[in-house]
């Protein structure tokens, strides 16, 4: 399928900002009009089209570093979308504030789940694994949606309330990685402030946080 691709002329960046901008376009507007099972396929369609671009990359040899960044990104981008979509749904469409907190917990908590093992990667530490990974995600509030959708109310709830459990417990077992990274508590060198004037110290200045 990833050369099948390569030769139409599509690369992986492309197949990113297109599977993204799909399945955005999708959750707003087709979640918070009620259509849940149709959001649903469609959302799914597009994030399956969307990890073709890892199978275009290895077809071509390998992929860049932009296209990482760029395909974080964008996934960041979508998941943020799903949620709010489903956030307008359950506050206009249900009527529930408890569907809408779990809702904003999984909103809140799958970007601070990706973010931190960001953020600890860039600092040369670790913080994989945890029990919400995006593809748990992506399939727990998938189903809850469609099943919903297909005339089972109460799935969603179980759904989001599963998920944002789970995700908060994620972030804890991602900082407790990054606690437990070799080198993740020895003690940083502080950065010299800049002179304001050449020769003389800044007594204004403070050391870069």
Same mark, same amino acid.
């Given at each position: 399928?990833?050369?099948?691709?390569?030769k139409t002329?599509?690369t992986?960046?492309?197949?990113?900002?297109?599977g993204?901008?799909?399945?955005?376009?999708?959750?707003?507007?087709?979640?918070?009009s009620?259509?849940?099972?149709?959001?649903?396929?469609?959302?799914w369609f597009?994030v399956?089209?969307?990890?073709l671009?890892?199978?275009?990359?290895?077809?071509?040899?390998?992929?860049?570093?932009?296209g990482?960044?760029l395909?974080a990104?964008?996934? *960041?981008?979508?998941?943020?979308?799903?949620?709010?979509?489903?956030?307008?749904w359950?506050?206009?469409?249900?009527?529930?504030?408890?569907?809408?907190?779990?809702?904003?917990?999984c909103?809140?908590?799958?970007?601070v789940?990706s973010?931190?093992?960001?953020?600890?990667?860039?600092?040369?530490?670790?913080?994989d694994?945890?029990?919400i990974?995006r593809?748990d *995600?992506?399939i727990?509030?998938?189903?809850?949606?469609?099943?919903?959708?297909?005339?089972?109310?109460?799935?969603i709830?179980?759904?989001?309330?599963?998920?944002?459990?789970?995700?908060?417990?994620?972030?804890?077992? *991602?900082?407790?990685?990054?606690?437990?990274s070799?080198?993740? *508590?020895?003690?940083?060198?502080?950065?010299?402030?800049?002179?304001?004037?050449?020769?003389?110290?800044?007594?204004?200045?403070?050391a870069?946080?």
């Amino acid at each position: 399928m990833g050369k099948a691709l390569v030769k139409t002329g599509l690369t992986p960046d492309s197949v990113t900002v297109i599977g993204t901008v799909a399945s955005v376009a999708g959750a707003v507007t087709l979640f918070p009009s009620g259509h849940l099972f149709w959001g649903t396929m469609f959302i799914w369609f597009f994030v399956m089209f969307d990890m073709l671009d890892g199978a275009m990359a290895r077809a071509r040899g390998g992929g860049t570093r932009y296209g990482a960044v760029l395909d974080a990104t964008c996934d *960041r981008v979508a998941d943020g979308a799903i949620f709010a979509g489903l956030a307008w749904w359950a506050v206009y469409h249900e009527n529930s504030k408890w569907l809408l907190v779990a809702t904003l917990i999984c909103l809140v908590t799958s970007q601070v789940i990706s973010y931190a093992k960001a953020r600890a990667e860039a600092s040369g530490l670790t913080a994989d694994g945890g029990w919400i990974e995006r593809p748990d *995600r992506l399939i727990i509030v998938l189903v809850g949606s469609g099943l919903t959708g297909m005339g089972l109310p109460w799935a969603i709830h179980i759904a989001m309330w599963v998920l944002a459990a789970g995700s908060i417990v994620t972030v804890f077992q *991602r900082v407790l990685a990054v606690r437990n990274s070799p080198g993740a *508590r020895e003690l940083l060198p502080i950065a010299p402030a800049a002179s304001t004037v050449e020769g003389a110290p800044d007594t204004d200045g403070e050391a870069e946080k």
